[in-house]
């Protein structure tokens, strides 16, 4: 008869359900993991493989009450580690969001909705074309294994126990979204200037020659100069969503060292 002792499954509990719910709470906030349009038996699945490959490689964690206040305190600190992980990532994708917005306004396109599939909720067509751009980008830069290799990484620069993510590094998960808007504006700013240019001769021929029905027109030209503007301003939008991802995954490694 199989008999199991408390410090065996303290032992299996810390080698492998700690490491998953870490994983998995990343996979849950992070874009294209955490994405609605991607069932969670397979994102289960996804954190249950990576996890059996992840126990070998991390170092010994000691075993723990499941039942008690310090099982309580480690399963926080994984679920907290793994949620802001995702979620700076998350915010750099929701800077396209936000830029999108703005270009959609300034063109007339701001009552144009529709689902985001990643979200649930309803965003302005331009939003959801730059999102599905930066996911597409976010891929072909393999940042999915880079988040994977930095998830992993965290097992060394934090390890399994009570103590984890710092109060420093909290407030610095808060303050990075200030980034967020900072890189929507910087994103969404080229266009916007333009279309805003544009607006403005609109509104100084209107007031020149009054006879003339500027606005008849004015509503398809400003989604035709939009979309121009647009195409023109798609090189600088991948660079500064590169730039963008690649500070955020320098920050999440500085946050984690934190103490």
Do not use: C
């Not at 266009?191 to 544009?198: E, I, N, Q």
């Not at 195409?231 to 730039?243: D, E």
């Amino acid at each position: 008869m199989l008999a199991l002792t408390t410090e065996q499954i303290s032992i299996w509990l810390g080698s492998f359900f700690w490491p998953f719910v870490r994983i998995g709470s990343m996979m849950m906030a992070a874009p294209v993991f955490g994405a609605r349009m991607l069932p969670v038996r397979i994102r289960i699945a996804m954190a249950v493989s990576i996890s059996v490959l992840t126990v070998p490689l991390l170092p010994p964690i000691p075993p723990v009450d499941p039942i008690s206040f310090a099982s309580a305190g480690i399963l926080l600190q994984q679920i907290l580690i793994g949620v802001a992980t995702g979620l700076i990532i998350q915010m750099v994708f929701q800077s396209l969001v936000i830029a999108g917005e703005a270009i959609a306004n300034g063109m007339g396109l701001g009552f144009a909705r529709m689902v985001d599939p990643a979200n649930g909720v309803q965003v302005p067509v331009i939003s959801q074309f730059f999102v599905v751009l930066a996911t597409l980008l976010f891929v072909i830069l393999n940042g999915h294994l880079l988040l994977i290799q930095l998830m992993i990484r965290s097992f060394e620069i934090l390890p399994v126990a009570e103590t984890g993510l710092s109060l420093p590094g909290i407030k610095a998960v808060v303050s990075w979204a200030s980034q967020m808007f900072v890189g929507g504006l910087m994103i969404g700013l080229p266009a916007v200037t333009a279309l805003m240019v544009v607006n403005i001769s609109m509104g100084v021929i209107t007031r020149a020659a009054p006879q003339l029905n500027i606005f008849a027109v004015g509503f398809p030209l400003m989604i035709l100069l939009g979309f121009i503007f647009l195409a023109a301003t798609l090189p600088s939008v991948f660079s500064l969503f590169t730039q963008l991802l690649m500070d955020a995954f320098e920050y999440i490694a500085e946050i984690m060292a934190m103490r």
